[in-house]
């Protein structure tokens, strides 16, 4: 048990950079592709993730750390806010398609074939 908790303890840090990496990595692609409000613009009236009721999920997600961060909202809070579990949801079928499924170009030295489940697979593990 205190070799799980020592292990477990190790493992937090390295899970939290991979965290900041990933989401970060979604950020600057998407803001490339979509521009600086891209997040923002997600979830207003005929943003991807409002208009598809299959990311109910996610656009309640993102609008519960909106409303936490109240007045202290700004873009980066909002991409820091969101948890690996979120990010790592954009790459179900879902909200994958509903992003325009382009996500993969996050990655871009993945192996050639790679598909969005192979990246949902890996993240979940």
Known sequence: MRANIHLSK???SVIG?????????I???MIAQKGETWFEDAVQPGGYLEINPNCEHSFHNV???IN???PLY???ALIAGMTLGFWTYQFGPKEFAA???????????RPFGTRQKDILKCLYR
Not at 17 to 25: G, P, W, Y
Not at 99 to 109: D, E, R, Y
């Open 63 to 65: 609008h519960d750390v």
């Open 74 to 76: 700004h873009h980066d």
């Open 17 to 25: 950079v991979f965290e900041i990496i990933l989401r970060n990595s």
């Open 99 to 109: 992003s325009g499924s382009i996500l993969l170009n996050v990655f871009p030295n």
């Open 27 to 29: 950020d600057r692609f």
């Open 10 to 12: 190790e493992l937090y």
């Open 68 to 70: 936490k961060l109240g």
